[in-house]
């Protein structure tokens, strides 16, 4: 089983450790490209209107600066780095199994995917349409190979699925259910996601390995419905 979360907009800095080396990311097939979209970002962000290019507000500019010394600052796991609603309610500091972590991957505007134990920087870039498609003429041959016989718990947002839409995910979307209407919840939504994330981490007995087994142990914890290949949990 391979859980895949989304990244966040916000991203907490690391005050020490070493600086980010590509070479130690997972899936080195994608060096080449991550240093490629390294070098933009910091070449955009020493901009003088490097904020607007980005697509951000003006306010953010010192997250905009920070862009420029990815190399140089110091860089923490991934999954300490990424911050907000999903990755509070995840709580990855108290998780029973810790070497489970080593199944979660996060998507990545820049770095494409990384896991969750990878060393990364604190950054600013968000996925555009344009990015995507880019991304996925990367990620395609290297995760449909390398992911091919494992099932993918997917708890990322639209734009991330479109980088890497893969072909045995189980996307999971979250709805409210008011005297039998639903809606599809959208911040909500992330703290759920973090949730189950959290509750495959953490539970007794084997990781699941089938997208049946994925469900029965989300039954646990939730109430679930399934239609191949969604799981859709009612909060």
């Known amino acids: ?19 980010l080396s590509l070479d130690q990311l997972c899936f080195p097939e994608l060096t080449q490209d991550r240093a490629h979209m390294c070098d933009t970002l910091m070449e955009i962000s020493s901009r003088e209107r490097g904020w607007e290019e980005l697509g951000v507000s003006e ?9 420029t ?9 991934a999954i300490n780095t ?15 199994h810790e070497d489970w972590l080593d199944t979660v991957f996060i998507s990545s505007a ?3 995917v990384v896991n969750a134990r990878d060393r990364i920087p604190a950054y600013r870039y968000s996925m555009t349409p344009k990015l995507a498609t880019w991304w996925k ?13 494992e099932v993918v718990v997917d708890c990322r947002s639209g734009a991330y699925r479109r980088a890497w839409p893969g072909t045995n995910t189980l996307p999971v979307q979250v709805v409210t259910e008011t005297n039998g209407v639903r809606k599809t919840v959208s911040h909500n939504a992330k703290h759920t996601r973090g949730l189950v994330a959290r509750h495959l981490l953490n539970r007794d007995g084997d990781m699941p390995t089938t997208p049946e087994d994925v469900v029965s142990a989300l039954k646990e914890a939730f109430t679930v419905e399934y239609d191949h290949p969604q799981i859709t949990i009612v909060v």
């Open 1 to 19: 089983m391979i859980i895949l979360l989304p990244p966040s907009e916000s991203k907490t800095p690391h005050d020490h450790g070493d600086p």
């Open 69 to 77: 010394e990815l190399f140089t600052t110091s860089a923490g796991p």
């Open 110 to 112: 820049l770095f494409g």
């Open 59 to 67: 306010r953010l500019v010192p997250e905009v600066e920070r862009n």
């Open 82 to 96: 990424y911050t907000g609603v999903l990755y509070t309610a995840l709580d990855a500091s108290t998780v029973t």
């Open 137 to 149: 003429k990367r990620l395609s041959p290297v995760l449909d190979d390398v992911w091919a016989a």
